[in-house]
């Protein structure tokens, strides 16, 4: 009897008939049957069973596909999880499910931008109306909640600036007004949090970053609840959002390893998080100590964290910041994160959508650091010969 998540994640799979500790990326658009009563036979089991793997055609996925969808409910304890080609994919797959014209969506202010984008601009031409919250004051959820409200859209920590945020409190203003919950929980993954369990509907994570884990495959996941899930399967069928076989088998195969992966780049992040704040000029948004900010509202929900942060720079211009990252000879520059490297980039803020509520003085300069699987020791030398250049 498999306990732990960590015995679990490695025993996903074994096949005595061909020997194998894999599942075979099984790649088919036509499905081939014996006759027309074992074709019919598959319909209805599908029908009467929509989440039991009986496929028809490759377009609703193929065995591979059903596996990591098996997989990633167990770490989810979701009721379903559906995959598509991109995380992008799955958040517009929870916002396509739910939201019809009229209705009202609210939303994190520190959101991922290309959501804010979705949501702010697309959905409008659709009359969906977005209306933003403070991750720093709840209250404003419920100022702006009115009888179109038909979704609560979490990102937990906000993108960037990584405010954490009262899951419990928002959960329980949604259950009372009958709204249904969703979060992006592509920085903690349900290794750290589970939200489906503590009473999202939807628990969005972009495989792109830890699930894969190597920076070569994107994915997105769709984790929800029973009250969804007839919403979310037709979407999904009207759609056509699926993941293909062949990039659901390499994200199975990062999967195998992510809470090692996860534990080290957690560990990582602890000693870089410490060093960087040692500068004066330095704020670090991760939490990483007792007294830092947001951490009682990490420590509530999380059982750890990953290797994502941020860090706030007080500096003359936005030239010394540029400085600062482009020196760093361990850290890429570019976007995407969760694989085994380490990255930086210098966030404008002004550049990720008109923030309602941030509060960000002139000389304050947001950096985006993930944090690697590299030596520490390495990282960290790197960082000191850095920010030398800039004090
Ligand atoms: C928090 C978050 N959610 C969703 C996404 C979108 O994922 P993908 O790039 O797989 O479409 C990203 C991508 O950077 C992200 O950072």
Same mark, same amino acid.
């Given at each position: 009897?498999?306990?732990?998540?960590?015995?679990?994640?490695?025993?996903?799979?074994?096949?005595?008939?061909?020997?194998?500790?894999?599942? &075979?990326?099984?790649?088919?658009?036509?499905?081939?049957?014996?006759?027309?009563?074992?074709?019919?036979?598959?319909?209805?089991?599908?029908?009467? @069973? &929509?989440?039991? *793997?009986?496929?028809?055609?490759?377009?609703?996925?193929?065995?591979?596909?059903?596996?990591?969808?098996?997989?990633?409910?167990?770490?989810?304890?979701?009721?379903?999880?559906?995959?598509?080609?991109?995380?992008?994919?799955?958040?517009?797959?929870?916002?396509?499910?739910?939201?019809?014209? *009229?209705?009202?969506?609210?939303?994190?202010?520190?959101?991922?931008? &290309?959501?804010?984008?979705?949501?702010?601009?697309?959905?409008?031409?659709?009359?969906? @109306?977005?209306?933003? +919250?403070?991750?720093?004051?709840?209250?404003?959820?419920?100022?702006?909640?009115?009888?179109?409200?038909?979704?609560?859209?979490?990102?937990? &920590?906000?993108?960037?600036?990584?405010?954490?945020?009262?899951?419990?409190?928002?959960?329980?203003?949604?259950?009372?007004? /009958?709204?249904?919950?969703?979060?992006?929980?592509?920085?903690?993954?349900?290794?750290?949090?589970?939200?489906?369990?503590?009473?999202?509907?939807?628990?969005?994570?972009?495989?792109? /970053?830890? +699930?894969?884990?190597?920076?070569?495959?994107?994915?997105?996941?769709?984790?929800?609840?029973?009250?969804?899930?007839?919403?979310?399967?037709?979407?999904?069928?009207?759609?056509?959002?699926?993941?293909?076989?062949?990039?659901?088998?390499?994200?199975?195969?990062?999967?195998?390893?992510?809470?090692?992966?996860?534990?080290?780049?957690?560990?990582?992040?602890?000693?870089?998080?410490?060093?960087?704040?040692?500068?004066?000029?330095?704020?670090?948004?991760?939490? +990483?100590?007792?007294?830092?900010?947001?951490?009682?509202?990490?420590?509530?929900?999380?059982?750890?964290?990953?290797?994502?942060?941020?860090?706030?720079?007080?500096?003359?211009?936005?030239?010394?910041?540029?400085?600062?990252?482009?020196?760093?000879?361990?850290?890429?520059? *570019?976007?995407?994160?969760?694989?085994?490297?380490?990255?930086?980039?210098?966030?404008?803020?002004?550049?990720?959508? @008109?923030?309602?509520?941030?509060?960000?003085?002139?000389?304050?300069?947001?950096?985006?650091?993930?944090?690697?699987?590299?030596?520490?020791?390495?990282?960290?030398?790197?960082?000191?010969?850095?920010?030398?250049?800039?004090?």
């Amino acid at each position: 009897m498999v306990k732990s998540f960590k015995t679990f994640l490695k025993h996903t799979y074994k096949d005595f008939k061909t020997r194998s500790v894999n599942p &075979p990326v099984v790649r088919t658009s036509t499905m081939v049957f014996k006759s027309m009563s074992d074709l019919r036979q598959v319909q209805k089991r599908n029908l009467r @069973n &929509p989440r039991g *793997g009986h496929f028809e055609y490759g377009r609703q996925g193929t065995s591979t596909t059903f596996e990591l969808e098996k997989i990633l409910s167990n770490l989810e304890e979701s009721y379903h999880t559906f995959l598509t080609p991109t995380g992008f994919g799955s958040i517009f797959l929870c916002l396509f499910s739910v939201l019809r014209p *009229g209705d009202e969506i609210i939303i994190a202010d520190p959101i991922y931008s &290309p959501t804010r984008l979705l949501t702010e601009n697309y959905l409008k031409e659709f009359n969906i @109306n977005t209306k933003f +919250y403070d991750p720093n004051n709840l209250q404003t959820i419920k100022s702006n909640y009115s009888k179109n409200t038909k979704l609560i859209y979490v990102e937990n &920590p906000g993108s960037n600036t990584f405010e954490f945020q009262d899951l419990g409190k928002i959960i329980s203003f949604a259950k009372k007004m /009958k709204v249904v919950t969703a979060i992006d929980n592509t920085w903690g993954t349900p290794y750290f949090l589970k939200p489906i369990k503590i009473g999202f509907d939807f628990s969005i994570v972009s495989a792109t /970053k830890y +699930y894969s884990g190597h920076s070569d495959v994107m994915g997105g996941s769709l984790a929800v609840s029973k009250k969804v899930f007839k919403k979310v399967i037709k979407a999904q069928n009207m759609t056509g959002l699926r993941l293909s076989p062949d990039d659901a088998y390499l994200i199975m195969r990062g999967i195998r390893t992510l809470d090692v992966r996860l534990d080290k780049h957690q560990q990582n992040a602890n000693q870089i998080a410490k060093i960087l704040s040692k500068k004066k000029y330095i704020e670090v948004l991760y939490p +990483y100590k007792k007294n830092s900010k947001n951490y009682k509202l990490w420590k509530k929900y999380y059982s750890g964290s990953s290797g994502l942060m941020g860090i706030k720079i007080r500096a003359k211009n936005k030239k010394i910041v540029d400085k600062f990252v482009n020196s760093l000879k361990l850290f890429g520059h *570019g976007y995407s994160w969760g694989g085994y490297e380490s990255l930086a980039i210098h966030q404008e803020i002004k550049e990720q959508g @008109n923030r309602k509520y941030l509060k960000l003085k002139k000389n304050e300069y947001i950096v985006r650091l993930h944090i690697g699987l590299e030596d520490p020791k390495d990282l960290i030398n790197d960082i000191k010969n850095s920010l030398k250049l800039i004090k």
